[in-house]
C-alpha cells in the first residue's frame, strides 16, 4: 500500500451513493444522508459557526486568573501617617528582594506638617496593611486578601487556586462526559454554560480567599464542557469523506474539528483587550461573566447531534432533524419511511479490553510514553499560557500575542499532519517547544526572551491540537476509549503542576518555569520516536493490528502525495 494514501473519491462517486441510498433507503443513516445532502452545507456551517461562541467563552474561563489573581511586582508595608512608604529608606527587603517589604524599623511623621516618615529605632514592626506601588491593576484577590509575605503558604496562593482550577476541569471532564452522553450534547453544554458562567459572576463578589477558590473550582467544572461539547458536536454534525477544494488533502471533518480550537485562543485574546480598559479583578470578572451570557440565545439555535440521536433509538427526533439539515442545505427529501435499523455490527463481536491491556506486549512501549507526553504536552500549553504576565514588559500585549499565536500553531497541524505524518510534527513540535523554552530559561528579560516564549506556545498549541487524534489512531477500537480516558486523566498531572511552576518557582529562581517545560517538551520529544506513524494506515481495530501499522509506516521524514492511490 502506498504511504499515506487518502481515501478513494472514484468517478462512480455519484453512483454509489445512489446504490447505497436504495440499498438502505428505509435505514436513517446519517452518514448516507450527509453524502446526498453535502458534508458542509448551511446545516453544518451554521451549527459549527455557532458552537465557536461556548469554544471562545472557554478560552476566557480558562485564564481569567491571569489577570485577576495577578501578583504585584513589588510591595511595602502601609505606614500608618506616612506618605513615603515605597521610599522609607527602613523597609527591610523580604527574602532579599529590595522592591518586597513586609516589616520595616519603626518610623513616624517628621513633625504634624510633614508627613515623611524617618526612622524612630531599630525595633521591628510587621506590616498589617499594605501599599503596592507602580502595579498594573487596581486590585486583584492578591492585593484585596493581601495574598503576600506570611500571609500565603502552599495552599493559600496564587498558584494553588490555579490548581484548583486545573483539578476543576478534571472533574468536570467526567461529569460532562456522562451527561453528554446520558442526555444529550445540548443538555451537557446548557449545564456547562450555566454552571460556567454563573459561578464566574458570583465569584467576583467573593469577600474572601476560600470562597472565591470554591467558585473558580465550580466554572471550572462547568468551563470545561464548553469546549469539548463545542468539539464533540463539530465533529458529529460533518460526514467523513468531502474533501476541502482549495486543500484537496484535508477532509471538511479534519479542517472543522481542528479550526474550533481557533475560537478559544480568540477567547482568550479578547479577555487580554478587556483587561486594558478594566483594571479592577472584580469589574473585569463581573464584565466577562455577562459577556459570556451571549451563550444562552446561541444555545437556543444549537441542534442535537444527530449521531446521538440515532444512537438512543430517537428516531421521530433524529428523522425531524435530519429532515430539516437536507432543507438547510437546499436538498430536501422524504425521510418518513426511513427507521433506525438495529443491526449488530462487527464491531460489537470484539471482546472490549481494559486497562491492564494497554500493556499487552505489542502495546506496552506506547503506553509508557504516552503516560509521560500527555502530562508533558498539558504542562507546556499551559504553563507558557500561565507564563504570558511573567515574562516582563507590557503584560496585556504579551497576553493578546500568547493567545494568538496559538492560531498558526493549530493551523500547521491540519495542513500539514496529512502530508508529513502525525510522527514527525508531533515529535517537532515538542522539539522546538523544548528548545525555544531552554534558550529562553538563560536569557533576561526583554524582547528575545518573549518571542522565544511565544514560538514556544505556538508548538506547544501543535503538540496539544494532534495529540488527541494521534492517539486514538494509535490504539485499537476494543481498548482505544480506555486508553484516552486513562490518558486524559495523567494530562491533569501536567495541569495542575502548571500553575506552581510557572506562578511559584519565578519566586524561588526566574529561570526555573522555561527550564522545567523545555527540559520536559525535549524528553517528550524522544519518548515520542518510539510511536508508530499512523498516516495511510485504517485504524486498527484488535491488537494484532496494530503490529502490521508498525511495519507499514512511513519513514520519519518522508512526504507524502495527498493524492497518493493506495
Known amino acids: 500500500m502506498s504511504y499515506g494514501s487518502m481515501e478513494a ?41 455557532l458552537l465557536w461562541v461556548p469554544a471562545a467563552v472557554g478560552g476566557i474561563h480558562v485564564l481569567m486568573y491571569s489577570f485577576t489573581g495577578l501578583e504585584p511586582s513589588s510591595y511595602q508595608c502601609s505606614i500608618p501617617d506616612c506618605t513615603n512608604n515605597a521610599d522609607y529608606p527602613g523597609n527591610i527587603p523580604w527574602e532579599g528582594d529590595s522592591e518586597k517589604s513586609c516589616s520595616y524599623y519603626k518610623a513616624a511623621p517628621v513633625n504634624a506638617t510633614d508627613d515623611t516618615c524617618v526612622q524612630l529605632s531599630d525595633e521591628i514592626e510587621h506590616c498589617q496593611s499594605y501599599v503596592y506601588p507602580n502595579f498594573e491593576f487596581e486590585e486583584t484577590t492578591v492585593t484585596k486578601f493581601n495574598l503576600v509575605c506570611a500571609n500565603t503558604d502552599f495552599v493559600q496562593s496564587v498558584a494553588f487556586t490555579g490548581s484548583a482550577y486545573m483539578f476543576g476541569l478534571m472533574v468536570g471532564s467526567f461529569i460532562c462526559g456522562w451527561c453528554s452522553d446520558r442526555f444529550g450534547r445540548k443538555i451537557a453544554i446548557l449545564g456547562s454554560m450555566l454552571l460556567s458562567t454563573t459561578a464566574s459572576l458570583v465569584g467576583a463578589f467573593m469577600p474572601d480567599y476560600w470562597t472565591y477558590l470554591v467558585l473558580r473550582f465550580l466554572t471550572a467544572v462547568g468551563g470545561v464542557g464548553l469546549f469539548n461539547e463545542a468539539f464533540t458536536l463539530t465533529v458529529e454534525v460533518m460526514g467523513a469523506k468531502e474533501i476541502v477544494p482549495w486543500l484537496p488533502w484535508v477532509t471538511y471533518r479534519n479542517l472543522m474539528g481542528n479550526v474550533v480550537q481557533i475560537p478559544y485562543a480568540v477567547g482568550e485574546a479578547i479577555l487580554g483587550v478587556f483587561a486594558i480598559f478594566i483594571r479592577d479583578y472584580v469589574t473585569l470578572q463581573w464584565v466577562m461573566s455577562v459577556v459570556t451570557l451571549v451563550q444562552i440565545p446561541v444555545w437556543l439555535l444549537l441542534p442535537e447531534s444527530p449521531r446521538w440521536l440515532l444512537s438512543k433509538g430517537r428516531e421521530v427526533e433524529a428523522r425531524a432533524l435530519m429532515t430539516r439539515a437536507a432543507r438547510m442545505n437546499g436538498k430536501p427529501m422524504d425521510l ?21 491491556d494497554l500493556f499487552d506486549s505489542e502495546l506496552w512501549m506506547m503506553t509508557v510514553a504516552m503516560i509521560f507526553l500527555w502530562p508533558i504536552v498539558t504542562l507546556a500549553y499551559f504553563g507558557l499560557g500561565l507564563s504570558a504576565t511573567q515574562l516582563g514588559g507590557d503584560i496585556f500585549t504579551t497576553f493578546i500575542l500568547a493567545a494568538l499565536t496559538e492560531i498558526p500553531g493549530y493551523s500547521l497541524c491540519f495542513l500539514v499532519i496529512d502530508i508529513w505524518g502525525r510522527k514527525p510534527f508531533f515529535t517537532m513540535c515538542l522539539f522546538l517547544t523544548g528548545t525555544c523554552c531552554m534558550v529562553a530559561g538563560f536569557l533576561q528579560q526583554g524582547a528575545i526572551r518573549t518571542s522565544l516564549a511565544l514560538i514556544g506556545k505556538l508548538f506547544a498549541s501543535g503538540c496539544f491540537s494532534v495529540i488527541y487524534m494521534y492517539t486514538a489512531e494509535i490504539y485499537p477500537t476494543n481498548i482505544r476509549n480506555t486508553a484516552i480516558g486513562t490518558f486524559s486523566m495523567t494530562a491533569r498531572i501536567g495541569g495542575i503542576a502548571a500553575p506552581y511552576i510557572a506562578l511559584y518557582l519565578p ?49 520519519f521524514l518522508k512526504c507524502v502525495s495527498p493524492n497518493q492511490e493506495s
Not at 458542509?40 to 456551517?45: A, L, N, T, Y
Not at 427507521?339 to 481494559?354: A, F, S, W
Not at 517538551?521 to 495511510?536: Q, R
Open 9 to 49: 473519491r472514484g468517478m462512480d462517486k455519484e453512483k454509489d451513493t445512489t446504490t447505497r441510498l436504495e440499498e438502505q433507503e428505509r435505514e436513517l443513516d446519517y452518514d448516507v444522508l450527509v453524502e446526498t445532502i453535502g458534508e458542509f452545507g448551511w446545516f453544518q456551517k451554521l451549527t459549527c459557526a
Open 336 to 356: 418518513s419511511n426511513h427507521v433506525i435499523k438495529t443491526t449488530e455490527k462487527e464491531e460489537d463481536k470484539i471482546p472490549q479490553l481494559g486497562v491492564a
Open 507 to 555: 519566586h524561588v529562581m526566574a529561570e526555573l518555569p522555561m527550564l522545567l517545560m523545555g527540559g520536559s517538551a525535549l524528553l517528550g520529544s524522544f519518548l515520542s520516536l518510539v510511536l508508530p506513524e499512523t498516516l495511510g494506515s485504517a485504524l486498527p481495530e484488535r491488537i494484532e493490528d496494530v503490529e502490521t501499522m508498525k511495519k507499514n509506516g512511513k519513514p
